[in-house]
């Protein structure tokens, strides 16, 4: 059932992508295609793939939720399961996003933060001057104590510092750009 779901989802992506995204998802580890899994176009093709494949195996347990929801490509993701979008209007949508966001230039830096929202939201604004803050974002909030931040690599990393200072862990992620921050603001235009 996964299988299946995930073949119907990469030939609706495949349409719209540069290459085969199931050889990209399933390339040999340390080659030039599974690094291209880091490249934002694939990632978040393959994002919006797995989430998907993964609701169809839920639904084959004859697990149905009342409601989804989901950030960021989750939410394309939920948008879809849900009925809003067709999949092949879903997966059009991926892919230019991807594309687009793929598109701006590389740059910025993302670390998740093992704290809580309203602790690192008021440490933008005590460890980072004002116009370093305004260069950071809070990214998104996967827990009660993980928040991820996004923006200019020297402000978010100052933060990190931070953070890891007063013992709290934090995790660098690799990332080719700067998600959810104010460098994805040119692709608005």
Request: charge should be negative.
């Amino acid at each position: 059932m996964v299988e299946a779901a995930l073949d119907a989802v990469c030939a609706c992506l495949d349409e719209w992508l540069p290459r085969p995204l199931r050889d990209v998802l399933f390339a040999e580890p340390e080659t030039p295609e599974a690094a291209l899994l880091n490249e934002t176009v694939f990632t978040q093709a393959g994002l919006f793939a797995v989430e998907v494949a993964l609701f169809r195996l839920l639904e084959s347990w004859s697990i149905t939720p009342d409601y989804v929801l989901g950030h960021s490509i989750g939410g394309l993701a939920a948008a879809h399961v849900a009925g809003i979008l067709s999949l092949p209007d879903a997966a059009y949508v991926v892919a230019e996003r991807g594309r687009l966001m793929q598109q701006l230039p590389d740059g910025g830096a993302m670390v998740s933060i093992r704290a809580g929202e309203q602790e690192v939201v008021e440490s933008l604004t005590t460890v980072l001057a004002a116009e370093a803050a305004a260069r950071v974002a809070v990214a998104a909030v996967n827990a009660p104590d993980a928040v991820v931040v996004s923006g200019d690599d020297d402000a978010v990393s100052a933060l990190a510092e931070h953070w890891s200072a007063t013992g709290h862990r934090t995790r660098r992620l690799a990332v080719s750009h700067a998600f959810h921050s104010p460098h994805m603001d040119p692709m608005l235009d």
